[in-house]
């Protein structure tokens, strides 16, 4: 049996971004990863959202998944450039294959937040990309993208 598509998706995201020129090889599938080494990616899911778009015995379902993938650097100068060259590359890398192999039907930025922590020996700042995922799968079977 596959993993859930929201899986799927989550790990088609890391392999996706994985080598970045910026990033490189620095990007973890999960809310927690060390701090120490950046620049680095972070990759989850936040939220979905569905709803029946065929009514019967086994319902076909639209399904509104929100990834969340936050870049991190620490700079004492040029930070906000290497924030927007970390997510110039996460966008263009995504927006390559907006059904994500076939996994969904379409995938776009969101929305966009940008952090900045001054406390420590090197600012930490982060940008917060949150894409929306749409897909389909059959309410009984929801490992299968339809």
Do not use: C, W
């Amino acid at each position: 049996m596959a993993n859930h598509i929201r899986q799927q998706i989550r790990e088609y995201f890391g392999t996706t971004l994985n080598n970045l020129t910026t990033t490189g090889t620095r990007v973890y599938e999960s809310r927690v990863y060390p701090l120490e080494t950046v620049p680095a990616l972070a990759i989850y899911t936040k939220s979905e959202t569905s709803e029946p778009i065929v009514i019967g015995t086994n319902r076909l379902m639209s399904r509104d998944l929100s990834v969340v993938v936050e870049g991190y650097a620490k700079a004492t100068s040029n930070f906000d450039d290497t924030i927007d060259t970390i997510s110039k590359e996460v966008e263009e890398a995504i927006a390559a294959d907006r059904t994500l192999g076939g996994l969904a039907k379409d995938t776009y930025l969101e929305s966009t937040e940008i952090e900045f922590n001054a406390e420590g020996e090197k600012p930490l700042g982060y940008v917060s990309m949150t894409f929306l995922t749409n897909y389909y799968v059959q309410e009984t079977n929801p490992d299968v993208a339809v």
